[in-house]
Nanobody, 129 residues
């Protein structure tokens, strides 16, 4: 079982920056056994994968945030980050941290919400024009 707690959301102006954090509490397996990802959701729309990081550190982004967002993690602190720069109003959404145990070390983490087992409660990001 994994518990995820996000923080760092808030309001920003267009072209501004925010940094999200997600602290993971793991019980059966250590943090290093999990693929981690950030998703976002606008009310009435499906949850969208934003960025994911695999066990070996491979990273993937959705096209819309490539070059503007950076996913990273601190294994010593069991913490996942999402640095969001050059924000746009269309980045406004509830952002969720997600985790799934990845038995295979090498490879990309998925960006499909159905692939993830554990979710945080979400943190709201609002970008004004």
């Amino acid at each position: 079982q994994v518990q995820l707690v996000e923080s760092g959301g808030g309001s920003a102006e267009s072209r501004g920056s925010l940094r999200l954090s997600c602290v993971a509490s793991t019980y059966s397996y250590s943090y290093s056994f999990y693929c981690m990802a950030w998703f976002r959701q606008v009310s009435g729309k499906e949850r969208e994968g934003v960025a994911a990081i695999g066990r070996d550190g491979r990273i993937r982004y959705v096209d819309d945030v490539e070059g503007r967002f950076t996913i990273s993690q601190d294994h010593a602190k069991n913490t996942l980050f999402l640095q969001m720069d050059t924000l746009k109003p269309e980045d406004t959404a509830m952002y969720f941290c997600a985790a799934v145990r990845c038995p295979i070390y090498n490879g990309f983490a998925p960006l499909l919400s159905s692939a993830y087992e554990y979710w945080g409660q979400g943190t709201q990001v609002t970008v004004s024009s």
